[in-house]
């Protein structure tokens, strides 16, 4: 093998390893939500522990691209593919992130009490942002350039049912003041998700930088 068709393996290996790092990540926040409608605390403690394998990753990608800078000096759209992976690598730990965070506030709830209401759009807005993300790595992987800009279309749609979420539970919270811990709880995990679909965001900005060259900001 030459250096040319080894240094491609090193980056087809690198993008396999965050492909799978981001399909980690989904999953947790997938089961995270999951653990919320159920109030299920063993679930919610096994993402919890998990999130150290997704901090593994992380670390485990940046070395291997550091390394690859640091012997093979790229340029041009070789270092492009490196930077841009580095990136996507951050979104990801970030969005495994919120997964721990909505699984620690599950360990935190009365689940003798139970939900405050039962929680439609919650799941809802958590199956768009898991949507946006594997869309944005499909787009990573196959350089598909629509899809990326798909899916920075897709978070103006979370944004406003954030913003609907938070207006329902704020009334709740008006005119119920028993209910305001619980209510608070459930915007923390809105907002969670409305922040893991601006990772997606950024993750399929940084395709049409990888694909392009030019950086835009959909947000």
């Known amino acids: 093998m030459g250096v040319r068709e080894g240094y491609d393996q090193e980056l087809l290996e690198v993008q396999t390893d965050i492909l799978l790092m981001g399909e980690t990540a989904i999953l947790a926040l997938e089961k995270s939500i999951q653990a919320l409608v159920e109030l299920d605390v063993t679930t919610a403690e096994q993402i919890m522990t998990a999130d150290d394998v997704i901090d593994q990753m992380e670390i485990d990608i940046e070395n291997k691209c550091v390394t ?44 003798a009490k139970g939900h405050i209401k039962p929680l439609v759009d919650i799941p809802r807005m958590s199956a768009m942002a898991c949507k946006m993300v594997r869309e944005a790595l499909t787009a990573y992987q ?78």
């Not at 490196?82 to 997964?99: C, H, P, S």
């Not at 608070?184 to 997606?200: C, G, N």
Request: charged residues 25%.
């Open 68 to 111: 690859m800078i640091a012997r093979q000096q790229p340029l041009a759209r070789d270092l492009r593919v490196i930077t841009t992976g580095l990136k996507i690598t951050t979104d990801l730990e970030r969005i495994g992130d919120y997964a721990f965070d909505i699984s620690r506030i599950v360990t935190h709830m009365d689940h």
């Open 142 to 219: 196959s350089g598909d350039l629509m899809l990326a800009q798909k899916v920075c279309q897709a978070d103006d749609e979370v944004d406003s049912l954030y913003g609907q979420i938070f207006r329902e539970l704020l009334t709740y919270m008006i005119e119920k003041p028993a209910l305001i811990s619980d209510a608070t709880q459930l915007i923390f995990v809105a907002r969670f998700l409305e922040r893991a679909a601006d990772h997606a965001t950024n993750i399929a900005e940084w395709v049409v930088y990888l694909q392009t060259g030019q950086r835009i900001r959909a947000n």
